[in-house]
T-cell receptor
Framework: AQSVTQPDIHITVSEGASLELRCNYS??????LFWYVQSPGQGLQLLLK??????LVQGIKGFEAEFKRSQSSFNLRKPSVHWSDAAEYFC??????????FGTGTRLQVFP | GAVVSQHPSWVICKSGTSVKIECRSL??????MFWYRQFPKQSLMLMAT?????????EQGVEKDKFLINHASLTLSTLTVTSAHPEDSSFYIC???????????????FGPGTRLTVL
């Protein structure tokens, strides 16, 4: 079955600290992987995506993610978190049909 | 570029009435649009996929007669919640994809969402 797992429901970090949000997927074909961010009451903004090629993907706002096929993972990282990064983060997997399957999300809280 | 709008941003209606939500791609043509539902502090659940000029494809468990989707043009899709009930209260988000290029999965551009409250 196709699925996305985000093991961490809620993460709290101090401003300036590094961040890693975990994402594991189960997909029967070549996965297309995405990370989205959602601020309260807002739609989703794409942070980055992986289709093929270099497994380390750079995104907006200083985020990056690494695709590890052997671990079925696509973890999101940022070396230094800013208070404005506080939001909900969703990992998603898709394929040729364009349908996306979303994880349950990780809520990031940033303390000053 | 790649802006998707939704209207209204929030709506309150009485039980039994119908509500229409519009999703527009403002600066690109969207051959495919998607409608999602999001409950508080939960993930997005795909309700249906609509392609311009054809009937929408609904996900399992989504009532076609209750959630009417129309994709009349390459820039507009509408979701009508018919005979709304309090359990239909939710955050509805649409997304749009431009024509597929090279067979790759296209990025979906998301609207800001519509919060529906049914009294």
């Amino acid at each position: 079955a196709q699925s996305v797992t985000q093991p961490d429901i809620h993460i709290t970090v101090s401003e300036g600290a590094s961040l890693e949000l975990r994402c594991n997927y189960s997909y029967g074909a070549t996965p297309y992987l995405f990370w989205y961010v959602q601020s309260p009451g807002q739609g989703l903004q794409l942070l980055l995506k992986y289709f093929s090629g270099d497994t380390l993907v750079q995104g907006i706002k200083g985020f990056e993610a690494e695709f590890k096929r052997s671990q079925s993972s696509f973890n999101l990282r940022k070396p230094s978190v800013h208070w404005s990064d506080a939001a909900e983060y969703f990992c998603a997997v898709g394929g040729a049909t364009d349908k996306l399957i979303f994880g349950t999300g990780t809520r990031l809280q940033v303390f000053p | 570029g790649a802006v998707v709008s939704q209207h209204p941003s929030w709506v309150i209606c009485k039980s039994g009435t119908s509500v229409k939500i519009e999703c527009r791609s403002l600066d690109f043509q969207a051959t495919t649009m998607f409608w999602y539902r999001q409950f508080p502090k939960q993930s997005l659940m795909l309700m249906a996929t609509s392609n311009e000029g054809s009937k929408a494809t609904y996900e399992q468990g989504v009532e076609k007669d209750k959630f009417l989707i129309n994709h009349a043009s390459l820039t507009l899709s509408t979701l009508t919640v018919t005979s709304a009930h309090p359990e239909d209260s939710s955050f509805y988000i649409c997304s749009a994809s431009p024509p597929r290029a090279g067979g790759l999965n296209n990025e979906q551009f998301f609207g800001p969402g519509t919060r529906l409250t049914v009294l």
